[in-house]
Structure formats: structure tokens, C-alpha cells
């Protein structure tokens, strides 16, 4: 039983706390003290493995890439305003995954799962004029939201402005 509960404690605690390691999770709950009692942690090598495994396996599902963040504010009323600017943004672009995120102390509206700041940039083209002020972040992007997004593909117009250069024809005499 007494493995089962500290099997139970590791691996929340490692499915809670992303980067954190299994030496820094029994610290910390080593640390814990309730009224004068301490919490002892007996480790079974058994345990240390499962929760290696979680975590090898949660990285393995993230990848780095870029979101746009279209909007970023930390005012009285920011947390209603990203959400309205999530609503809006969803139907003008349904094709596209919105994300709401607070970072301290900001409410961030980003979108899309983008794996190359290229792909990003193409994007923040798209939306630059309904949202001037966007710009490009470095975020994780899990698998998942890679393989059910409502990607769309990317379509390059037939000629880009100024590309296009007419050559004059040079006839022999």
C-alpha cells in the first residue's frame, strides 16, 4: 500500500510539474511540514523508473515553434478582453488554433502552431491587418494540437508584387 501511495504522489507530482525531476519533487515534498510533521519519501527504484518514463514520453509529444500573439494585455479588464478577442478571432479565422494564456501579469491571446519562424511569419502576414500589433513567440506546441488543428494550406499567389520583371526582347539584325 505504502508503495502504491508514493507511487501515486511521484507520478502526479511528475504529471503537475513539467521539468521538474523526480530529486526535485521528493525535496520538495521533504520540505512540506503540516503542524510539525515531516514528510519522509522511501523511493523504490520501481518508482524512479515509472516516472522517468512519464516524462520521456511527455517530451517526446512537444516540440518547439512559434505562435502569433495578437493581443497582450495586463489592464483591470484584460482577462474579458482577451476572451473577446479569442471569440472574434475564432470566427474571422476557424481554420486557425486560438489559444488563451495567462503569463503573469498578462492575458495573451496567440495562435496558430507554427513549426518554422517561416511558417509563423506567413502567418503573421495574414493577420497583420486585423491585428497590426502582432508579433511572433517562441512557445512549445504539443503533437496533438499539430495533428488535429484545422490547418490550412499554404497558397502563394500566382505573382508576387514586383516579381514580376518584363524583359525586352533583343532581335538580331
Same mark, same amino acid.
Request: glycine letters at 4%.
Given at each position: 500500500?505504502?508503495?502504491?501511495?508514493?507511487?501515486?504522489?511521484?507520478?502526479?507530482?511528475?504529471?503537475?510539474?513539467?521539468?521538474?525531476?523526480?530529486?526535485?519533487?521528493?525535496?520538495?515534498?521533504?520540505?512540506?511540514?503540516?503542524?510539525?510533521?515531516?514528510?519522509?519519501?522511501?523511493?523504490?527504484?520501481?518508482?524512479?523508473?515509472?516516472?522517468?518514463?512519464?516524462?520521456?514520453?511527455?517530451?517526446?509529444?512537444?516540440?518547439?515553434?512559434?505562435?502569433?500573439?495578437?493581443?497582450?494585455?495586463?489592464?483591470?479588464?484584460?482577462?474579458?478582453?482577451?476572451?473577446?478577442?479569442?471569440?472574434?478571432?475564432?470566427?474571422?479565422?476557424?481554420?486557425?488554433?486560438?489559444?488563451?494564456?495567462?503569463?503573469?501579469?498578462?492575458?495573451?491571446?496567440?495562435?496558430?502552431?507554427?513549426?518554422?519562424?517561416?511558417? #509563423?511569419? =506567413?502567418? !503573421?502576414?495574414?493577420? &497583420? *491587418?486585423?491585428?497590426?500589433?502582432?508579433? /511572433?513567440?517562441? @512557445?512549445?506546441?504539443?503533437?496533438?494540437?499539430?495533428?488535429?488543428?484545422?490547418? #490550412?494550406? =499554404?497558397? !502563394?499567389?500566382?505573382? &508576387? *508584387?514586383?516579381?514580376?520583371?518584363?524583359? /525586352?526582347?533583343? @532581335?538580331?539584325?
Amino acid at each position: 500500500m505504502k508503495r502504491f501511495l508514493v507511487l501515486m504522489i511521484a507520478l502526479m507530482g511528475a504529471t503537475t510539474a513539467m521539468a521538474q525531476s523526480i530529486d526535485a519533487l521528493v525535496l520538495s515534498l521533504e520540505e512540506r511540514a503540516v503542524a510539525g510533521n515531516k514528510i519522509s519519501v522511501v523511493e523504490d527504484s520501481e518508482t524512479r523508473a515509472a516516472v522517468s518514463i512519464v516524462e520521456a514520453q511527455r517530451r517526446a509529444k512537444e516540440v518547439s515553434g512559434f505562435r502569433i500573439v495578437i493581443f497582450s494585455n495586463n489592464g483591470q479588464y484584460a482577462g474579458d478582453n482577451a476572451e473577446e478577442v479569442l471569440t472574434k478571432f475564432r470566427e474571422s479565422f476557424p481554420h486557425i488554433n486560438a489559444y488563451l494564456v495567462y503569463e503573469s501579469p498578462y492575458f495573451k491571446v496567440s495562435v496558430g502552431d507554427c513549426l518554422s519562424m517561416e511558417e #509563423a511569419q =506567413i502567418l !503573421m502576414a495574414e493577420l &497583420l *491587418p486585423q491585428y497590426p500589433k502582432a508579433y /511572433p513567440k517562441r @512557445e512549445i506546441i504539443s503533437y496533438e494540437h499539430l495533428t488535429t488543428s484545422h490547418r #490550412a494550406p =499554404i497558397s !502563394m499567389p500566382d505573382s &508576387l *508584387p514586383g516579381a514580376s520583371v518584363d524583359v /525586352p526582347r533583343i @532581335e538580331q539584325m
